[in-house]
């Protein structure tokens, strides 16, 4: 774990110092690859290398590092705890996560891309007596991203995924809708509706209702990405102490090696 997180405080340094590309407004070099929860079919570019860390409530704090491998092809691995950011002992999570994707069609002008991928990291606090995340990881899933040019520039997204956290009693297969809208050149504004399918009956903590997610992502100078999330807007969580609306920031860097 200590190797983990000091390889990953090291990057951002190494990142810090070289200078990288925003993604988002309509200034972006890259694609977004995940809105706030729900990956899309964005892909970092051959020999690319994105860190990221999210901030979430009851102290979670989770970190990222993917590589793009291949074209179209990108590996990462991600590591977290929470009550990391407070008082008491951390939480850690039981296990990295691990998340693969190859994009089996790029975008053309009447198809959207698509892509395969696995992410077995969920967000917020971990269950052990039920074997999940407080917002279940994508498991295996299959997801589609469309872009328009409209007032600058519009994205769809659409996914459907199979979680492999099922200890709950609930192993549906989920379905999860998205948007970007780019808000001038350095600013993107985000949003994602996940139904919850797989998340409403057994011991689910799930009301539901889905989790409705809101975003900003604003590409700070040329190297420097971060995000003010709003999450789960529409309260639909079984969970003490919980409030109908989660606030989260996201901070991310983008880096080509070569």
Request: aromatic fraction near 12%.
């Amino acid at each position: 774990m200590k190797i983990i997180l000091r390889i990953f405080f090291v990057s951002l340094i190494t990142f810090q110092l070289l200078s990288a590309q925003g993604v988002a407004g309509t200034n972006a070099k890259y694609e977004l690859r995940s809105l706030i929860d729900m990956p899309t079919a964005g892909m970092l570019d051959k020999g690319f290398v994105g860190a990221s860390i999210d901030l979430l409530p009851f102290g979670v704090l989770i970190t990222k590092i993917e590589i793009g491998v291949f074209s179209n092809f990108s590996f990462g691995i991600s590591y977290g705890a929470s009550n990391l950011i407070g008082t008491g002992d951390p939480k850690w999570y039981d296990l990295p996560g691990v998340n693969v994707k190859f994009r089996i069609l790029n975008e053309r002008l009447r198809f959207p891309a698509i892509a395969l991928g696995f992410d077995s990291q969920g967000k917020g606090l971990y269950f052990k007596n039920l074997n999940r995340y407080e917002i279940k990881s994508p498991g295996f899933y299959l997801v589609t991203s469309k872009n328009f040019d409209l007032l600058c520039y519009l994205s769809f997204h659409g996914m459907v995924n199979y979680s492999v956290e099922g200890d709950d009693g609930d192993k549906d297969i989920d379905l999860q809708i998205g948007a970007e809208k780019t808000l001038g050149p350095q600013v993107s504004l985000i949003a994602e509706y996940d139904l919850g399918i797989n998340d409403n009956t057994g011991s689910a903590i799930g009301k539901g209702k889905g989790y409705l997610n809101f975003g900003l992502r604003w590409s700070v100078g040329s190297w420097f990405n971060v995000g003010l999330d709003l999450r789960n807007v529409l309260n639909n969580k079984n969970l003490e102490g919980t409030h109908p609306v989660d606030r989260a920031i996201y901070i991310e860097y983008v880096k080509g090696l070569f």
